[in-house]
């Protein structure tokens, strides 16, 4: 008999994420909500058909256990990561505005023709992404270690 892994038994192991549907992108897209990034951590690497961003991720898969035995909440740097695209537009931010800090709330697909269609980041204050793309295929991968969250709360959404 096979004992079937614990969430709690990949505790410190960083988060890799590959999105390859709808489905898999709700999950992805949970994991990344209220991820905080500077404007300038934002890249469309046009040769290589990708756009990636750092986000400082909210460790939403160890709030419950942190909150459980009385240690603070985290944070995680992270690596988002579209490939395929063909375009990159965006509403409601400042571009010039090299301070800015944007906050991410959801990662969506809209299906167009033939497999393709836009990846759209939704960020907070009215601010999208939109990501044109040939299939799609979203990563997310943890690229540092874990660390005290600046605020040391859970995020909240207001009603």
């Known amino acids: 008999m096979t004992n079937d892994a614990r969430f709690e038994d990949g505790e ?39 756009f990636a961003l750092l986000l400082n991720r909210f460790r939403w898969e160890d709030a419950d256990a942190a909150k459980s035995t009385g240690r603070p909440v985290e944070r995680v740097q992270s690596v988002l990561a579209i490939e395929d695209v063909q375009n990159v537009v965006s509403q409601g931010i400042d571009r010039s505005d090299s301070d800015m800090v944007l906050s991410l709330l959801s990662v969506t697909f809209e299906p167009g023709e033939d497999g393709m269609g836009r990846v759209l980041l939704t960020l907070a204050g009215d601010g999208a992404i939109g990501v044109d793309v040939e299939a799609l295929e979203v990563t997310l991968r943890d690229v540092t270690r874990p660390y005290r969250a600046v605020s040391g709360k859970v995020p909240e959404h207001g009603d």
């Not at 709808?22 to 990034?37: C, E, P, R």
């Open 12 to 50: 410190e192991e960083p988060l890799r994420l590959k999105a390859l549907d709808a489905d898999d992108l709700a999950i992805l897209s949970a994991a990344v909500q209220d991820s905080v990034f500077p404007i300038g951590e934002m890249r469309w690497q046009k040769p290589w058909r990708r």
